[in-house]
């Protein structure tokens, strides 16, 4: 008969080891995990206007995915409204967001224009600038058409 303490034991055996690799590459069990973009750094004062055009792309890439994001001509991109969120918030929400959507070839980022804020300076959305610039997955960014949020928003290109 056996016991539980056996059963425990077996099943610790068997649910620690990986299958065996049969051409050789040790790599391929090894368990890759993910984690959200943190190595980001925080902007404490703004310098961007909020009506300012924004617009930021890798060198290489093709003038024609900027200008389908400049025109708005995206089929589908999930959106995070920013609205309210400080700026630790904002960098968090981004974080998650992107980090939730990385399949996804573009998304949406509403970060507003700043009416409330001083001089008509936008610290928000500076900071969004400054994160999309900073984050590894991120190839190209641009403001969006007034359709989808003109110079309030960023379309945003991730890598695939």
Not at 27 to 34: D, E, F, G, I
Not at 90 to 107: G, K, L, P
Not at 141 to 154: E, I, L, M, T
């Amino acid at each position: 008969m056996i016991n539980n303490e056996d059963k425990q034991l077996f099943r610790a055996s068997v649910n620690a080891n990986v299958p065996i690799d049969k051409d050789g590459d040790n790599h391929a069990n090894k368990k890759t995990k993910h984690t959200a973009f943190i190595a980001y750094s925080y902007i404490t004062e703004a310098r961007l206007n909020g009506s300012e055009v924004v617009s930021h792309a890798q060198n290489g890439l093709s003038p024609k995915i900027i200008k389908k994001m400049k025109r708005g001509n995206i089929d589908y991109a999930p959106t995070l409204d920013l609205h309210g969120q400080t700026v630790v918030e904002a960098c968090e929400s981004m974080s998650q967001f992107i980090y939730h959507h990385q399949h996804a070839e573009f998304i949406h980022i509403i970060h507003g224009k700043g009416y409330h804020s001083e001089n008509g300076m936008s610290i928000l959305k500076t900071q969004v600038v400054s994160f999309l610039r900073q984050h590894p997955q991120v190839i190209a960014f641009n403001s969006c058409p007034n359709k989808d949020g003109g110079s309030g928003a960023v379309f945003a290109l991730l890598k695939q």
